[in-house]
């Protein structure tokens, strides 16, 4: 049965530091990642998806790498800012077209001012 | 941009009810989800649905049924509502063929007494 963990679950920095969150899967079968973003008390926000054969995807200050052998992925946030405060989970999509998630738990990301 | 809503934001049943949690989304996507989110849990995946009419079970279905008579609308039943179903109910919905990501709702946070 396919897992998916994140570490750390908490994370504080201030603003401006560059920084990564990981995550890893215990089955290496996947069908593309996902990362999210959930602010508190609200619905998930979509940042990345990694399909299987890419090795990385960018959007703005994000970039999220994926490494199927060794089943992980890291998300890097450059210049961190406060507004980007929140939890960030990982998703991996194990059976190809099926679009049945497995979710990490998250972690809380605290950028301070 | 797609919209996915959720009936209620805060709901507060007593035990024994029957619940009906109501999902729209707008952009004619064939795939709807919903999931529960509890503290060190994550998210859990109750039902899904690929087509009208059509649903399957997720990793959690013990005690909820779904409905979905049309394309636009899936709605998640809990037909006796128990304490243990406290919880975070999002609701997400996404286009099929595996390549794009799923749209989630704002969530409806459900108190059972």
């Known amino acids: 049965k396919q897992e998916v963990t994140q570490i750390p679950a908490a994370l504080s920095v201030p603003e401006g530091e560059n920084l990564v969150l990981n995550c890893s899967f215990t089955?290496?079968?996947?069908?593309?990642l996902q990362w999210f973003r959930q602010d508190p008390g609200k619905g998930l926000t979509s940042l990345l998806l990694?399909?299987?054969?890419?090795r990385e995807q960018t959007s703005g200050r994000l970039n999220a790498s994926l490494d199927k052998s060794s089943g992980r992925s890291t998300l890097y946030i450059a210049a961190s800012q406060p507004g980007d405060s929140a939890t960030y989970l990982c998703?991996?999509?194990?059976?190809?077209?099926?679009?049945?998630?497995?979710f990490g738990k998250g972690t809380k990301l605290t950028v301070n001012p | 941009d797609v919209k996915v809503t959720q009936s209620s934001r805060y709901l507060v049943k007593r035990t024994g009810e029957k619940v009906f949690l109501e999902c729209v989304q707008d952009?004619?996507?064939?795939?709807m989800f919903w999931y529960r989110q509890d503290p060190g849990l994550g998210l859990r995946l109750i039902y899904f649905?690929?087509?009208?009419?059509?649903?399957e079970k997720g990793d959690i279905p013990e005690g909820y049924s779904v409905s979905r008579e049309k394309k636009e609308r899936f709605s998640l039943i809990l037909e006796s509502a128990s304490t243990n179903q406290t919880s975070m109910y999002l609701c997400?919905?996404?286009?099929?063929?595996?390549?794009?990501?799923?749209?989630f709702g704002p969530g409806t946070r459900l108190l059972v007494l």
């Open positions: 997400a919905s996404s286009l099929g063929g595996g390549v794009e990501t799923q749209y």
């Open positions: 089955d290496s079968a996947i069908y593309n």
């Open positions: 990694i399909q299987s054969s890419q």
């Open positions: 998703a991996v999509e194990t059976q190809g077209g099926s679009e049945k998630l497995v």
């Open positions: 952009m004619d996507h064939e795939n």
């Open positions: 649905s690929y087509d009208v009419k059509m649903k």
